[in-house]
Each structure stands twice: as C-alpha cells, then as structure tokens.
C-alpha cells in the first residue's frame, strides 16, 4: 500500500486527514510491520489492507478520541505497536510509554520507533512491576491477555483525572468495568461497520483507597 492508499482508507473510516509526513510515517511502520511478522507473528493479521483496517484505523479513531490534555499515555500490553504507535503518530503531543514484556516484540517496537524517529519509551517488564510511581494521564488496553485483571492494573497506573481507554467488545464490557469503581464513562464509540466492537473511555475521579 502506499501513503495515498492509507489515506483513502483512513478517509473511507471517517478519520481526519493526516499531514503527509504522518502519512510517511504510518506506511514506514507497514512495511517494517509486514516484514518482522513474517518471523515473529506480531500480529495473525497478514494483508496488507487488513492490517490497515482492523490495527491502524481502530487505533486512530482510539488518538481521535482521547480528551485534549493529556500529556502521558501507557500503551498496556503493547505488542505490535497497537494502540500507541499510531497515537504517538497521531498525537505528538502525547508522550507514549510501549509497555511490552516479550523480549521479541519489545525489540520491535525499539526498532519501530527508531525507524519513526518518534519519542516512544519502550517498558520491557510486566506493568504490575513498574515503580509505584509511575503514573499517565491515559492508559490504553487493546487485545490484552486476562483482560480483566489487566484492567485493574492499568487503572492503577492512572493518575486521578486521568483516563482509561479500552478497546472492547460490548458483551465483554460489564465484566471488565464491574471491578473498576470511581471511573465516569463516557458513551462507548461503536466502530464502524461492526455492532460489537467499541472504545470505552473513562475519566478516573479519585485515588484508588
């Protein structure tokens, strides 16, 4: 695919268009993407157009919709590189953390930001062991293992007033958010051309006791 194409797509979700060099950016990950996932399986998603589709586009409509402000942002569980390296291009503003414990895919994301020449830190270690205090205005959770328990960690690591950002599907969301109190969500974005899959943002309104 080439930028062009990206921006048809992007533009065919309802997106905002992109400068061109976030553009260039989004098709330099591509193509780094396609070629580690021949040997790592970053992602079971091989097409070039689907990649596009389902990882890119659910991203930025994820950058699209967190609130203004937000300085800090933990990509939890990171993987290939979803939500936070299309919101790191998306949001610049934003200082990304990739949290990735599989030392494979954190080699990746190290190298897709140098490839990028964008600011991202990469946390190799389980998030649960991340200092105490070590706090972000926003945390994402997209296709996390034990997304229940990862839910509860990663409210921890939001500051009070920060928010937390899950990609979702609607039946799951009742068993996700019951355990996470002292959250004001906001009405889930449906993505379009599904009836399942949502973002849920949540702004945190008190420490956690």
Not at 157 to 163: A, I, L, M, Q
Not at 176 to 200: D, M, N, Q
């Amino acid at each position: 695919m080439t930028s062009s194409d990206i921006q048809e797509a992007l533009a065919e979700a309802g997106l905002q268009p992109l400068s061109t060099s976030s553009l260039d950016s989004l098709k330099v990950y591509l193509d780094l993407l396609l070629k580690w996932n021949s040997r790592l399986n970053l992602t079971a998603i091989r097409e070039p157009e689907a990649i596009v589709r389902r990882h890119f586009i659910e991203s930025l409509v994820g950058a699209e919709r967190l609130p203004q402000g937000i300085k800090t942002l933990l990509d939890f569980g990171s993987g290939a590189g979803f939500p936070g390296i299309p919101i790191a291009i998306r949001r610049p503003e934003i200082t990304v953390t990739l949290g990735e414990s599989q030392a494979k895919k954190s080699a990746f994301l190290r190298e897709a930001g140098r490839a990028l020449g964008i600011p991202v830190e990469v946390y190799d270690g389980r998030i649960e062991f991340m200092p105490e205090t070590r706090q972000f205005g926003a945390v994402a959770l997209r296709a996390v293992d034990r997304m229940e328990e990862a839910c509860v960690e990663a409210l921890r690591r939001v500051e009070t007033g920060g928010w937390l950002v899950l990609f979702a599907t609607r039946p799951s969301v009742p068993r996700l958010i019951a355990p996470l109190k002292g959250i004001a969500w906001r009405s889930p974005v449906v993505f379009a051309g599904t009836v399942e899959e949502i973002i849920l943002v949540g702004r945190k309104l008190a420490p956690l006791e």
